[in-house]
C-alpha cells in the first residue's frame, strides 16, 4: 500500500454508529487509526490525543476512526473510562487489519508473536490515500495528522 493508492474495501462495527464501510463513507475524508488494545497506556493517550484535537478534525471535515481487534464491549468500556469521543471500531476477525498491513509478527523481550502495529491512515474524500504513517509513536502524532489533513 502507497500514497496515492485506493484505500483498501473494508466494514467493521463500530461501538456507537452501528457499522462503518469505505462505501458508506464515500466522499468523507477520514483518518484511521491502528491501535494494539484497548485500555494499555500508549493506546490510552493516542485515543485521548485524538479526542482532545476532535474539534479541530470536524473543523477539516474529517472523520476519526480508532481501529483495534477489541469487541465492541470493551470499545464501550474504554470509551466510558476515559470520555472518549472518537469512533472505535472493531475488527474481531482482522480482515481491516490484514488489508491495511497492520496485523504484523512483532518482538517482545525475544517472545514473537502477531499483532496489530500502531498504524495511521489518511484518507481523501475520493477514498484515496493521502498519508501513511509507520511504527507510530504516540506524542506528536496527533499534530502530525491534524496537519497532514489540513492539507487535504
Given at each position: 500500500m502507497d500514497i496515492g493508492n485506493p484505500a483498501p474495501d473494508f466494514t467493521m462495527s463500530t461501538d456507537t454508529a452501528g457499522e462503518i464501510s469505505l462505501r458508506g463513507l464515500a466522499g468523507q475524508k477520514f483518518v484511521l487509526y491502528?491501535?494494539?488494545k484497548d485500555d494499555t497506556p500508549g493506546c490510552t493517550k493516542e485515543a485521548i490525543?485524538?479526542?482532545?484535537?476532535?474539534?479541530?478534525?470536524?473543523?477539516?471535515?474529517v472523520q476519526v476512526?480508532?481501529?483495534?481487534?477489541?469487541?465492541?464491549?470493551k470499545h464501550a468500556k474504554f470509551r466510558t473510562k476515559h470520555n472518549l469521543?472518537?469512533?472505535?471500531?472493531s475488527d474481531e476477525?482482522?480482515?481491516?487489519?490484514?488489508?491495511?498491513g497492520v496485523w504484523v509478527e512483532k518482538n517482545m523481550y525475544g517472545r514473537k508473536y502477531m499483532g496489530i502495529e500502531r498504524a495511521t491512515f489518511l484518507v481523501d474524500g475520493e477514498g484515496v490515500l493521502r498519508s501513511i504513517w509507520r511504527k507510530v509513536k504516540v506524542k506528536g502524532h496527533v499534530e502530525a495528522v491534524l496537519a497532514a489533513a489540513a492539507d487535504l
Amino acid at each position: 500500500m502507497d500514497i496515492g493508492n485506493p484505500a483498501p474495501d473494508f466494514t467493521m462495527s463500530t461501538d456507537t454508529a452501528g457499522e462503518i464501510s469505505l462505501r458508506g463513507l464515500a466522499g468523507q475524508k477520514f483518518v484511521l487509526y491502528f491501535y494494539p488494545k484497548d485500555d494499555t497506556p500508549g493506546c490510552t493517550k493516542e485515543a485521548i490525543g485524538f479526542t482532545e484535537s476532535a474539534a479541530e478534525f470536524e473543523k477539516l471535515g474529517v472523520q476519526v476512526i480508532g481501529v483495534s481487534k477489541d469487541t465492541i464491549a470493551k470499545h464501550a468500556k474504554f470509551r466510558t473510562k476515559h470520555n472518549l469521543s472518537v469512533l472505535l471500531a472493531s475488527d474481531e476477525d482482522g480482515t481491516t487489519c490484514e488489508a491495511f498491513g497492520v496485523w504484523v509478527e512483532k518482538n517482545m523481550y525475544g517472545r514473537k508473536y502477531m499483532g496489530i502495529e500502531r498504524a495511521t491512515f489518511l484518507v481523501d474524500g475520493e477514498g484515496v490515500l493521502r498519508s501513511i504513517w509507520r511504527k507510530v509513536k504516540v506524542k506528536g502524532h496527533v499534530e502530525a495528522v491534524l496537519a497532514a489533513a489540513a492539507d487535504l
